[in-house]
């Protein structure tokens, strides 16, 4: 089975591009399908012993029941699939009821409550024979005979290498919930740690990493904010104020850790690194950010190591 290590170097990535014109004439022609606004989820087919893995390692498998059963009775064992975790309401995907339910203590008593899908973009192993060396073009072909008939809680992303069609996809989707689009080339192996693909999203964001908060831990008001640099946590910035109600959200999904030495700070709580989404209309001077970064949401999910500086300093320099 591919590795799913805690630095996503088992799975295939995307670079942040700013628009649909840099997505084209990717090797072997350039394919399209919507970046939905969900979980990275790897789905090991095994019968019973199917296995559903985040995308650092974590066992998610009694969490989502209902996925992990729609891939043991539909899938073939040896098979593994990529694609993204996501819960539907009102007809769109709906990110924030897909982290209320994985932030639940028990996941799984949701599952009728807040039924999740799993949409499945690539498959890397088909009944042990692995299929990363093979151009996208021959893995989407297997992935779609493996679909037909899958009902329920699995899916396949749409696909089209029409770019008039997919310019369309990036404008009516986005009140479905669909984050942008995802562009691979035809011939483009499956390679893991790279970031062969490319990814344009709606809405001018970046991510960077929440290292501290001022207040309390329970409620904090603001974010000290860091990027990964040669491998240290750099502090380029804060957040501006974050309001009662975004501040007792995001304390119910930060971990304090004890200050160096022992001794508390009256300015800030030390916490364990949390990737958090900002906008990024805040300008980029001197190596940090001009001034305080609007927090849109946390990121749990994602692990500081795959904030991208370069990405940070395009959009916000």
């Known amino acids: 089975m591919p590795r799913t290590p805690e630095d996503s170097s088992g799975l295939a990535l995307a670079r942040p591009v700013p628009g649909l014109h840099e997505t084209v004439g990717l090797p072997g022609g350039t394919a399209w399908e919507p970046k939905w606004d969900g979980m990275r989820l790897l789905a090991l087919a095994d019968g019973p012993r199917t296995l559903l893995r985040s995308r650092h390692g974590a066992d998610l498998t009694p969490d989502f029941p209902e996925v992990a ?3 043991a009775a539909q899938v073939p064992p040896g098979t593994v699939l990529d694609g993204e975790l996501v819960v539907r309401r009102s007809g769109r ?11 639940a203590a028990r996941p799984d008593a949701f599952a009728a409550q807040l039924p999740a899908e799993f949409v499945v973009f690539d498959v890397i192993q088909r009944e042990h024979v692995d299929l990363r060396p093979q151009p996208f073009i021959e893995r ?17 992303s749409p696909l089209t290498g029409d770019v008039d069609l997919a310019a369309r996809w990036f404008r009516d989707l986005a ?34 990493v929440a290292t501290a908060v001022t207040g309390s831990a329970v409620q904090p008001g603001a974010l000290l904010l860091a990027l990964p640099l040669d491998g240290e946590l750099v502090l380029v910035g804060r957040s501006g104020s974050l309001g009662l109600a975004a501040g007792l959200a995001l304390g119910r ?16 709580t030390r916490i364990a690194p949390l990737v958090v989404e900002v906008s990024a209309d805040v300008p980029w001077a001197d190596g940090a950010l001009a001034r305080p970064a609007q927090f849109l949401r946390a990121r749990p999910e994602l692990h500081p190591v795959e904030v991208e500086p370069d990405a940070v300093l395009v959009a916000c320099g």
């Not at 999904?253 to 800030?268: K, W």
């Open 175 to 208: 009140g479905l919930g669909v984050d942008g689009l995802v562009a691979k080339g035809l011939d483009q192996p499956y390679r893991p740690g790279t970031r062969d693909w490319r990814k344009v999203k709606h809405r001018s964001v970046v991510d960077l």
């Open 93 to 103: 995907v709906d990110f924030g009821a897909l982290q209320r339910r994985a932030a």
């Open 140 to 156: 989407r072909i297997a992935l779609e005979e493996l679909a037909a008939g899958w009902s329920g809680a699995l899916s396949t």
């Open 253 to 268: 999904q930060i971990t304090p850790l004890a200050p160096p030495g022992g001794a508390p700070s009256a300015i800030a």
């Open 69 to 71: 059963g729609a891939v």
